[in-house]
């Protein structure tokens, strides 16, 4: 009855029905963006698996939905001050370079399925475990909800070479400009491989390592997000040029359809975190990483 809807996107030669991919983005996104991730780590085992896109050029896609989706949830953490701006900047500056290494590293050495799907669990797997043990750490807290007060903006931002504070919710907070930018480099070459910005690894990092609040480390991962995606998505298009016998350039209609949906997503995600306790959004990145890795890796090892 609705075979008028199903359609076949050119470059990818994903079959399905037409709104599918904005019916998925939307849903994911509206979730995850809760923690500063864009969804396009959940969607990419969505393409691969379910859609069987498993070329190269499933990277690219990937972040081409970043570039359309994430606007609308950036914009809403700048309205309700909750950006901290030199850690998106260090973000950015951070993970650049290393997607392009990535972008390099994924099509020399990981254009087999099987070993990048092998690679992309372990380096989920790590995360997911670092996020549950956070969790199960302040099970016992009580926590219900946020403490929204007047002060749940950012304020008092201080910058320096080596530190940045700031104030957030009555509390103060600070991290090392160092420490940041290293671990950007490193999140940068491993999101480039896999075709996620970055954004699904950094933000786990800054909340458990850095000890920064969810509810700040959210615009700032995905600011940072959608950069390296614009970057990311350059570097396959030019690469396509060079690589004429793998699939590498971007799907731009599948990329643009998971876009659209993200884009609301995205937007309802970041109006409604503030609502949610941490522990909660915490859970729901920690679920979804932990069930695509654990596939991932029994999958190459069974």
Do not use: H
Request: charged letters at 10%; a positive charge.
């Amino acid at each position: 009855m609705l075979d008028f809807l199903y359609t076949t996107f050119p470059v990818s030669g994903v079959t399905t029905y037409i709104f599918v991919p904005a019916f998925t983005a939307f849903v994911i996104s509206f979730f995850t963006s809760m923690g500063g991730v864009s969804g396009a780590f959940m969607l990419l085992p969505f393409q691969m698996s379910i859609l069987n896109y498993t070329a190269p050029s499933v990277s690219g896609t990937n972040q081409l939905y970043n570039i359309v989706a994430i606007p609308s949830g950036v914009w809403r953490y700048i309205k309700e001050k909750r950006m901290v701006w030199p850690l998106a900047w260090a973000v950015i500056i951070g993970t650049m370079p290393g997607v392009f290494i990535g972008a390099w590293i994924r099509l020399a050495y990981l254009p087999d399925a099987r070993n990048f799907k092998f690679f992309a669990g372990l380096v989920l797997l790590y995360i997911g475990i670092k996020l549950l043990k956070d969790i199960i750490k302040k099970s016992g807290s009580n926590e219900k909800k946020p403490n929204i007060t007047g002060e749940f903006i950012v304020t008092d931002t201080a910058l320096s070479l080596k530190r940045v504070k700031f104030k957030f919710n009555g509390e103060n907070f600070s991290f090392s400009v160092f420490g940041i930018l290293i671990l950007c480099f490193i999140v940068g070459i491993l999101g480039g491989i896999y075709g996620i910005g970055g954004g699904a690894i950094v933000a786990p990092f800054f909340v458990t390592f850095f000890k920064l609040p969810i509810y700040i480390v959210a615009g700032a991962a995905l600011m940072g997000t959608f950069v390296t995606s614009i970057a990311g998505v350059a570097i396959y298009q030019i690469l396509s040029a060079f690589y004429t016998n793998l699939n590498v350039a971007p799907d731009w209609l599948l990329g643009i359809s998971f876009g659209i949906g993200g884009f609301f997503g995205m937007y309802l995600g970041a109006r409604c975190q503030k609502y949610f306790p941490s522990y909660i959004i915490k859970l729901i990145l920690c679920v979804s990483i932990l069930f695509v890795s654990v596939k991932y890796v029994l999958g190459f090892l069974l």
